[in-house]
């Protein structure tokens, strides 16, 4: 019996300091214990778990900025990075997530089933939980630890109407191919742990860094596809979207809202972490690597966001609608992460890939707002006449003109119609992609043939709503609700006076950890990557 | 008789993880497709043994641990869906669940 | 700093908060009245402070284009107005050219508004506040000097617009709306990317910065892809030919005070725009024009628009329809006087810009008030309305005349101009010229026929049931009708007669439109160095 | 780890003493329970508790039969609860260790592990009054 020569090394007990980063998650553990205990203290705990569940986000929230960004870097042994960006993601879906409870209290709490509250809320703070850790992971086990904290939680919500069979097959389809692209990730992963002997993304010695000196080769394409298949069906990308339209529409819309922006968002932010630390580590140099990568991304962009838009055409339920529209926003946002790839190499310039972080951070913002309010007003919509069909939203500018104003600012941002911030979100993509050089063109050209065909499905929603008559009675909507979605057409208005200081913050905010750009510069002229 | 070499495991991960694959993609039971994907998970959790033993060190062993893990969650959560689904339709054929369609 | 222009924005869109916010819908009509002739007069009091005899020929050709724009507004580099980041700013500035188009749009809306009192029934409140906010936006387009500014202005227009056309249009209301915002959209978002990519390579917004990098520094084909993006979006305002289809409908089914603004304003941003944007920009290098063949091939477009509005035009039925081809036609000479390229053509060209508001708004306001009494507006169902509305038949009759190009007034200087231009432009020649005048012969005879069957001839109304809850209106123009058609017919007969103001004030611009600054601006202004990377030319 | 024990046995008998005191405490456990049961438990007799045991199930007839639906329910919390204790083997061969050289992190790895349960209590405990473990 021949024993492993390896070193077992100590057992690593991290101290405050090294928990302290990581304060807005382990709020969000200690609202989980809490929602947990609530039931025995409290008689009908639904609406009492939503008080908890909201005081643990809020105070995760006012962790995150007192925490602010922390500047040792790496934590946990390289485990996890607390770096500017997965702040910034993180700060953005809290506040996000608390949108979604308000949003709960005035569209599902009354009809849940009492004693699900529990339930419901441990979920929704356990994805939480995993979409803020898939910002912070820069260790592939760490990756699949996060993925799957974020994926698991979601299957369950997807199918939470329990009486609702529509929403029992829209989980079961949600876990089916859930569980087969993660399995495949896995899959893959575990090829570039045996490539490269190390589940450490950055550093010395760490994958980007071996990947770099070492070349390509096709296990290691086998194991980016495979990755790309993990991260892409928790963005929705297209040929992984399937769940998308079927899981919106089976869930309660909260649940849709919640994964529409949260499950996107957190996987785009991981995926721009990985493309970001391979190109650093490439040094900045136009690799055949990068540059595969960037036209893979990007075309798997492009034809996303044209497949999201074709498919909307004909959509008659206004959470498909939804989703598809939410599937070629995930589109738009992959050309920039292309362009995170490439950009660096074209221009062997580190300032044009945090200006793409930069874009995808501010469109985040943008399209949170943009689909929390959307969404808010359809389920309050849904909640008062029961009815998700678009036909039905006839006369809403009569019956109820302050939601119809509402829905129709956000999909004007959607579309991308100034004076909205969807506007300047767009612009802000154009200003990025054409800074990267005469092929990133037909980009250009993709995304300004998607808005065209955006506006008819948006516009055609705002048409019904107020062009076509009705006679049905006027609508009163929760207030609370109501609240959510004049903060979030607000914010859309306010964003475009705003847009200078915010840009600057997602700017301040672009920052990924061990990508330095001093030590870029200085190293650049060399093809030896950075120590 | 040649001793067993890395690429021996491999190959057997990698046996396991495209049966599942192909199990999963042509099967339409749905208790069935469960245990593809889970056949899938074990090819991945042999690999990274298989690559930890090689590279001499601990991290496959510890990714192998959370593999377990997540495919047990993943598991009991699809058993339950299933079960709800049965008692709704009396079948397992996944076919038989088509309301979202479009 | 004159603080007048902001005023001109600031007025109409703080009246249209207000008006929304208003208790009745009587209060919203005097109020939106009210705010537009304010804004009448900002513009006026514009007109005032505008150094008409501006004398450039001291200053360096490289700095002529900035200095011919007075009364500017220009944010300071610390000011929020000013966007450091993308380098954008919300400055404000007049020329002469857009001062007149100004004018026109300030005597419009008040008219426009006074024409619908009547006309709109129902949910005031909403159609006044979108007017108001829609003046704002077009009154927005015309003074931005910033191209970013001027392109978000450019598509804000389309949201009122589409409400207005929507919500208080006939009966294909909804096709109609959806119809003009797809079309207008669908061009614009090509110029949103050349505006982006424009504003990027040059490291500033500022039309004249722009101006001056687009003539020096872009590569021929870039510039083509410039001047094809820019003219896309604007093509379609116009309406150029291929791209019209949106515009008869639109017309016809938006109500009266939408098809004036449609016709008076809207089309001229488009013509506006290619006279600011695309034609220095994208066609005008450092030799001077770089793609004839691209001149040439417009101006065939605006002929067969010309000729083919008038054809369509004359079968019509309905005369609102017609008018509204007539506006295909007539927006052919305005381009055709453009592209031109030519100190006649140009003038001639800008002239008719206003002329076609003033004349074919006026049309759409007469037609708006026989529609208003007799519910229709089939050429077979209307037939010597002058023996029962001589007032009316007077203007009827008076801006068709103005319309064709009668001597002696508004559309006979400036159809004459651009044609003279077609002629003797070094681009074009004798048989463009040839082909835009057949143009005016068909005018004359759809614009006649219609007279003829409509004013002229026996009597013939329909029968009008009268409507529950509304006084009817009196047979013949009312007090109101009249104030409303009376500074039209006194603009119409002003410019006829005395245009030389006109032409002597928009000579100097229009000749920097087609000549190249002599000297590149050098390098993007003083920037951090963050931001010199960010703009970093490709 | 065997190994290491191998080693520490060879040095000196006493080595396999925690060996012997697990399987003592294996047979003790097994035992004493049966003890117990006869001295504490109820004596009922009838047909039912003459027939084999099959975990409540009846032991004859057709295979293919359904099961009450409690058996999954049952099953799924014993298989999350079961796999939790695959994270207690790394631990477990970390935590002797560090006991035996007296350093702080023996204490520190001690609460990580009663953090570890007490999550896991929770969850236990909110099964439990949720009425998971009821039968009727």
Not at chain 1, 149 to 176: C, D
Not at chain 1, 320 to 326: E, P
Not at chain 2, 63 to 87: D, K, N, P, Y
Not at chain 3, 406 to 412: A, D, E, H, I, R
Request: hydrophobic share 55%; charged share 10%; glycine share 8%.
């Amino acid at each position: 019996m021949n024993t492993l020569p390896v070193a077992i090394g100590l057992p690593y007990v991290p101290d405050w300091g090294q928990l302290r980063a990581f304060a807005p998650e382990l709020w969000l553990i200690a609202a989980i214990v809490a929602v947990l205990l609530t039931p025995f203290f409290v008689k009908k705990p639904n609406a009492a778990c939503g008080w908890v569940a909201l005081v643990g986000l809020l105070a995760a929230l006012v962790s995150v900025f007192v925490v602010g960004v922390d500047g040792t870097g790496e934590h946990f042994r390289g485990l996890m990075v607390a770096d500017p960006v997965s702040v910034f993601w993180k700060g953005l879906l809290l506040m996000f997530v608390i949108g979604i409870v308000l949003m709960w209290f005035s569209t599902t709490a009354p009809t849940m089933h009492q004693g699900d509250g529990p339930e419901f809320f441990t979920l929704l703070l356990g994805a939480t939980l995993g979409m803020s850790l898939m910002a912070s992971t820069s260790n592939l086990l760490m990756l699949v630890i996060a993925v799957e904290l974020a994926s698991l939680p979601s299957y369950v919500l997807a199918g939470f109407r329990k009486t609702h069979l529509a929403g029992a097959e829209a989980s079961l389809k949600y876990i089916l191919f859930g569980a087969a692209t993660s399995s495949i990730m896995v899959y893959g992963l575990s090829m570039l742990y045996g490539l490269y002997g190390t589940l450490q993304i950055d550093g010395p010695g760490g994958l980007a860094q071996q990947i770099a000196t070492s070349g390509g080769s096709a296990l290691l394409w086998m194991a980016i596809f495979s990755l790309i298949v993990g991260l892409g069906f928790k963005i929705s990308a297209v040929p992984f979207h399937f769940w998308c339209p079927d899981v919106f529409e089976g869930a309660s819309i909260e649940v849709s809202a919640f994964l529409s922006v949260a499950s996107k968002g957190a996987g785009l932010v991981l995926l721009m972490r990985v493309m970001m630390s391979f190109a650093s580590a490439q040094a900045y140099e136009s690799t055949p690597l990068l540059n595969h990568l960037a036209v893979l991304l990007g075309v798997l962009g492009a034809i996303t966001a044209t497949v999201g838009n074709t498919a909307a055409f004909v959509q008659r339920n206004i959470k498909r609608l939804l989703a598809y529209s939410s599937i070629a926003h995930a589109g738009y946002m992959l050309c920039i992460v292309s362009l995170l790839v490439r950009g660096p190499a074209v221009k062997a310039d580190l300032d044009l890939a945090s200006t793409a972080a930069q874009v995808v951070l501010f469109y985040l913002a943008v399209y949170l707002f943009m689909n929390l309010g959307a969404f808010t007003v359809a389920g309050l919509i849904e909640r008062e006449t029961g009815t998700e069909r678009i036909a039905d939203y006839a006369g809403m500018g009569r019956r109820s003109p302050l939601m119809a104003f509402c829905l129709s600012a956000c999909l004007f941002s959607l579309v991308g119609l100034p004076p909205f911030a969807g506007f300047v979100a767009k612009v802000n993509v154009f200003w990025a992609l054409m800074q990267n050089g005469s092929w990133w063109w037909w980009l250009v050209g993709v995304i300004g043939v998607n808005t065209v065909l955006s506006l008819y499905y948006y516009v055609r929603v705002i048409k019904v709503m107020y062009l076509d008559d009705s006679s049905s009675a006027p609508i009163w909507p929760h207030p609370l609700g109501a609240g959510v979605a004049v903060v979030c057409a607000a914010i859309l208005v306010f964003m475009l006076i705003a847009f200078g200081p915010i840009n600057r913050l997602a700017g301040h905010y672009s920052h990924f950890y061990g990508v330095d750009q001093t030590t870029f510069t200085a190293e650049f002229s060399s093809s030896q990557p950075p120590p | 008789m040649t001793e067993l070499a890395l690429q021996h495991y491999l190959g057997v991960g990698a046996i396991l993880f495209v049966i599942g694959l192909i199990g999963f993609m042509t099967r339409r039971n749905l208790i069935v497709m469960f245990l593809c994907t889970e056949l899938m998970f074990q090819g991945v959790a042999i690999n990274l043994i298989a690559f930890g033993r090689y590279h001499q060190n601990l991290a496959g062993q510890a990714f192998t641990v959370f593999v377990l893990v997540i495919a047990a969650a993943e598991a009991s959560l699809a058993l339950g869906l299933v079960v709800l689904l049965f008692r709704q339709k009396n079948t397992l054929d996944a076919d038989a669940w088509r309301e979202l369609r479009g | 700093m004159h603080y007048s222009i902001v005023l001109l924005l600031a007025v109409p869109i703080v009246g249209a908060i207000v008006g929304a916010l208003l208790p009745n819908a009587r209060s919203a009509k005097w109020w939106a009245l009210l705010v537009s002739v304010a804004t009448a007069l900002v513009g006026v009091w514009m007109a005032a402070q505008f150094d008409w005899n501006q004398d450039l020929s001291a200053v360096p050709t490289s700095d002529r284009l900035a200095r011919s724009v007075q009364i500017a507004f220009t944010p300071g580099f610390d000011s929020p107005l000013h966007l450091q980041a993308i380098q954008f700013s919300f400055s404000l500035g007049v020329d002469s050219i857009s001062l007149w188009l100004v004018l026109m749009t300030v005597l419009l809306m008040p008219v426009s508004i006074l024409a619908s009192f009547t006309y709109i029934k129902e949910r005031q409140k909403e159609f006044y506040a979108w007017m108001q906010a829609l003046l704002a936006f077009m009154l927005g387009v015309f003074v931005a000097r910033d191209l970013l500014l001027f392109y978000v202005c450019f598509e804000l227009t389309l949201i009122p617009m589409f409400f207005i056309i929507g919500i208080w249009g006939g009966s294909e209301r909804r096709y109609a709306a959806g119809k003009f915002f797809l079309f207008t959209f669908s061009g614009s978002v090509f110029t949103l990317a050349v505006v982006i990519f424009l504003g990027l390579a040059a490291g500033s917004f500022d039309l004249a910065t722009v101006t001056q990098y687009a003539q020096y520094d872009l590569t021929d084909s870039a510039r083509f892809w410039v001047f094809m993006g820019l003219a896309a979006g604007m093509a379609v305002k116009v309406p150029l030919f291929p791209v019209h289809t949106w515009l008869p409908l639109a017309h016809t089914e938006a109500p009266t005070a939408g098809s004036v603004i449609l016709a008076g304003v809207l089309l001229k941003l488009g013509a506006y725009g290619l006279l600011r944007l695309a034609v220095p920009m994208g066609l005008i290098g450092p030799a001077g024009l770089m793609f004839p063949t691209v001149v040439k091939a417009l101006a065939v477009l605006c002929i067969i628009g010309v000729i083919y509005g008038a054809l369509v035009a004359w079968v019509q039925q309905d005369i609102k329809k017609l008018v509204a081809y007539s506006s295909v036609s007539h927006l052919g000479f305005c381009v055709l006087g453009l592209v031109a390229l030519n100190d006649y053509g140009m003038q001639g060209s800008v002239l008719y810009m206003v002329n076609h508001g003033l004349s074919t708004g006026a049309m759409f306001l007469v037609i708006g008030m026989i529609y208003e009494r007799y519910h229709t507006r089939d050429i077979h169902q209307l037939s010597g309305l002058a023996k029962q509305m001589p007032i009316m038949s007077f203007f009827f009759v008076f801006f068709t005349l103005s319309s064709i190009g009668l001597p002696g007034l508004n559309g006979y200087v400036s159809e004459f101009l651009t044609i003279l231009g077609a002629f003797t432009s070094e681009h074009l020649g004798i048989g463009y010229g040839i082909a835009a005048a057949v143009g005016i012969i068909l005018g004359a005879i759809y614009m006649l026929h219609m007279v003829a069957r409509v004013i002229f001839g026996p009597l013939k109304v329909p029968h009008v049931h009268e409507e529950e809850g509304h006084k009817p209106l009196s047979r013949d123009l009312n007090g109101r009708e009249i104030t409303v058609l009376v500074p039209l017919a006194i603009a119409v007969v002003l410019l006829g007669v005395l245009p030389t103001p006109v032409l002597n004030s928009v000579l100097e611009p229009v000749r920097m439109v087609r000549q190249p600054v002599t000297a590149p601006i050098v390098g993007p202004t003083a920037q951090s160095p963050a931001e010199v990377a960010m703009v970093q030319r490709p | 780890m065997i190994s290491i024990l191998a080693q520490q046995a060879a040095q000196s008998p006493s080595a396999w003493l925690p060996v012997v005191l697990l399987i003592i405490i294996g047979i003790g456990f097994a035992a004493g329970n049966l003890i117990l049961s006869i001295l504490v438990g109820p004596h009922r007799t009838g047909s039912v508790k003459e027939t084999t045991y099959e975990s409540g199930m009846m032991p004859i007839g057709d295979a293919r039969r359904r099961f009450n639906v409690r058996f999954y329910i049952v099953a799924m919390i014993f298989l999350v609860f079961d796999v939790e204790i695959v994270f207690f083997y790394p631990w477990a061969t970390l935590f002797p260790h560090e006991l035996a050289t007296h350093t702080p992190l023996g204490l520190q790895l001690l609460i990580e592990a009663i953090v570890f349960v007490g999550l896991l209590l929770v969850a236990y405990f909110y099964a439990w009054g949720k009425g998971v473990f009821r039968w009727d």
